[in-house]
């Protein structure tokens, strides 16, 4: 990444501001499903969807989380079978237009796991909390992964990754 940590948040903010602001939300998720309906189920990698399927398969609860805007995650959520979603908040103004801006914080880092970890208490019975299983790709998910019972590198860049001292998926 050429930026990380505040400075990758405002360009990203700075980003959204130029292409999305004044849009209405309808309109970009439905931009998003279209998206995702003829991209990302094509693309994603036979690991991470068999990995997935794994998951579903023994009734485990599947959130997908990541800094991308929660609307577009909540598109690739339904496609791929999981029971939540959890990104990127928009602001929208009083007539359903995005500002641009996030509403809360980026998801991502810190902000990922306190996420998260609201998400999971939710599903704890008293003391009981469930096993996590976490699956990350980016310098972002090093503290989801690092909370997590059983952590996931399911980036590409192997050992030259950020998130090198994780096991690997396959």
């Avoid at 980003?15 to 309906?37: K, N, W």
């Avoid at 991209?39 to 990995?51: D, G, I, Q, S, T």
């Avoid at 939710?122 to 952590?151: C, F």
Wanted: charged letters at 25%; proline letters at 4%.
């Amino acid at each position: 990444a050429l930026m990380s940590g505040t400075a990758a948040d405002t360009a990203k903010e700075s980003l959204f501001r130029r292409t999305l602001q004044g849009r209405t939300l309808e309109e970009v998720t439905e931009a998003s499903r279209e998206f995702a309906h003829h991209h990302v189920a094509k693309e994603l990698r036979p690991a991470v969807r068999a990995r997935l399927d794994e998951h579903l398969a023994l009734g485990h609860r599947v959130v997908l989380v990541s800094a991308s805007p929660e609307l577009y995650v909540g598109v690739i959520a339904e496609l791929l079978g999981a029971h939540g979603f959890l990104g990127t908040r928009l602001a929208v103004d009083p007539l359903g237009r995005l500002t641009g801006g996030y509403l809360g914080n980026n998801c991502r880092g810190e902000e990922k796991l306190r996420r998260l970890t609201e998400w999971v208490d939710h599903l704890s019975v008293g003391d009981n909390k469930p096993e996590l299983y976490a699956y990350g790709n980016s310098r972002g998910d090093r503290r989801m992964l690092s909370a997590a019972d059983h952590p996931v590198d399911c980036g590409q860049l192997g050992t030259l990754g950020a998130l090198r001292a994780f096991p690997r998926l396959g």
